[in-house]
Every structure is written in structure tokens, then in C-alpha cells.
């Protein structure tokens, strides 16, 4: 008895998931693909792809989706761009940019003045590598909400990331500044934000901050450099074998 239960029981869960996927099934494409933007990019817009033919179109768009990859030769493809800052250029605010995995993809100076998220297409943050060489102020700078995650940043002189205004989140990346004579010149992270310096912005707001989690810090006099009004705070580490790992917040005092 309780076996016959049980097959019914499996035999009703089974056909009212195969009825909410079937009804789900009947929106057209432009409502489908508004649902998944409202999707995480990583893993959920990611695994969404992974269902079906239809939803593996709609959810890898380039109207949900710009990828950045090197060996792209066809520019006239839509949504994919062979460089960071062609990417950044032509995204719209609130877009996603996937950054493909091998290799370094050169940047320098490339300045952010809009909501985005970078995404690194690897399955670990060293796997996508950003590099900025000698002669550059920074790799990215920031003048807007932004978020980066599963990305490794390389700087050799200079800061991996300049923020200036807004709220720019930074999880699980790597963040490496090269150990030279002139390390005391090399920061991971500089905010400005606030401040009369001359790399700050003359735009200002109330959420301006940086938020760090699960990130590894590497090289350089210090992990952040604030010359604004915004102070370090809620720090927290966790040391592994091999490297060590940051949770902390940058904000108004």
C-alpha cells in the first residue's frame, strides 16, 4: 500500500512540474527573456541556458549577455566584441559583459560611467585574466554602481581598480599587484570618493562605497588607499594553505 502511495505521489509531482514548465512554455520570447534578465548572471541565467534548445537562445542574448572574447574575427556578429573596452563602450546600462577565459585580455585606463557587470567566463577567477602594464594609472576605473566577479586583475605600476563614486562590488576575484622596488607606488584598490583629489569625480552620492568578499589581495604597500571620505571597515580574513582571502567594506565613516 504505502508503495503504491508512493508511485502516485511521484506520478502527481511529475505531472504538475511537466504542467508549470508547459505553461511557462506558452509566453512568446521578448516575455521570457525580461523574466531571465531579472536572473543572476552566474549560475542562474547561466543554468537556465542549460534546459532547452529555446531557453539556451533566449537566455545567452545579446540583449541579456555582451561577451568579450580575443580570437572573435566576424565584428559584425551581434553582442560580441574582441576587447574590455569595445564592450564597455557599447553596453548599455545595466548590462552584463562576460569576459571569455584564457589568456590576458589588455586594459588600461578604461573608464566605467555607467552600471555594469564583469563577469569572468572561467570556472576560477585565474582562469580570466585582466593586465595592465607600466605607464597606466589603472586597469578599471569606476564613476557608477558596478560589480566584478570571477575575474583576476593584474597591475604592474599603478592600482588594479580606481573607484571614484558609486557602489562597486568585488566578489571572489584576484586582485595582484607585481612586487617590484616600487611596490609603495602600487595599491589593488584606490577610492577617491569624496575626496578634492584630482582623480576624483565631480560626481558624488550618498551610496558611494566598495564592497570586497571572497577575494584574494596580492602585492602592494596596501590591500585600499581612501582619500576621500570613505574609511575601511568590517574587515575580515581567512587564511588557506596557499593564500589568503578578503571580506570587507569601504565606506562613510
Known amino acids: 500500500m504505502e508503495e503504491e502511495d508512493k508511485r502516485k505521489w511521484k506520478h502527481i509531482k511529475k505531472s504538475a512540474s511537466s504542467s508549470c514548465f508547459s505553461l511557462i512554455n506558452n509566453l512568446d520570447d521578448g516575455c521570457l527573456m525580461h523574466i531571465f534578465s531579472f536572473l543572476s548572471p552566474i549560475p542562474d541565467r547561466y543554468n537556465t541556458a542549460l534546459v532547452c534548445h529555446r531557453w539556451h537562445f533566449l537566455a545567452c542574448h545579446p540583449r541579456l549577455w555582451l561577451r568579450v572574447d580575443r580570437s572573435v574575427k566576424d565584428l559584425s556578429e551581434p553582442g560580441v566584441f574582441p576587447t574590455i573596452e569595445m564592450a564597455v563602450s557599447a553596453a548599455r546600462p545595466g548590462d552584463t559583459i562576460l569576459i571569455s577565459a584564457g589568456g590576458s585580455h589588455h586594459v588600461s585606463n578604461i573608464q566605467i560611467n555607467k552600471p555594469l557587470c564583469l563577469i569572468g567566463g572561467g570556472e576560477l577567477p585565474d582562469e580570466t585574466t585582466l593586465l595592465c602594464s607600466r605607464g597606466s594609472d589603472s586597469a578599471l576605473e569606476f564613476l557608477s554602481t558596478c560589480k566584478l566577479t570571477n575575474l583576476t586583475v593584474k597591475a604592474e605600476l599603478g592600482c588594479c581598480l580606481l573607484h571614484r563614486s558609486g557602489r562597486l562590488t568585488i566578489d571572489g576575484c584576484i586582485l595582484q599587484c607585481e612586487s617590484n622596488p616600487l611596490d609603495y607606488l602600487s595599491y589593488p584598490i584606490v577610492t577617491t570618493a569624496g575626496g578634492n583629489e584630482i582623480f576624483s569625480s565631480s560626481v558624488k552620492t550618498n551610496c558611494d562605497g566598495v564592497s570586497v568578499s ?16 570613505l574609511a575601511l571597515q568590517r574587515v575580515r580574513v581567512i587564511c588557506s594553505r596557499a593564500y589568503v582571502y578578503f571580506w570587507f567594506d569601504v565606506e562613510h565613516k
Open 214 to 229: 571572497q577575494t584574494r589581495i596580492e602585492g602592494g604597500a596596501k590591500a585600499v588607499v581612501t582619500s576621500g571620505e
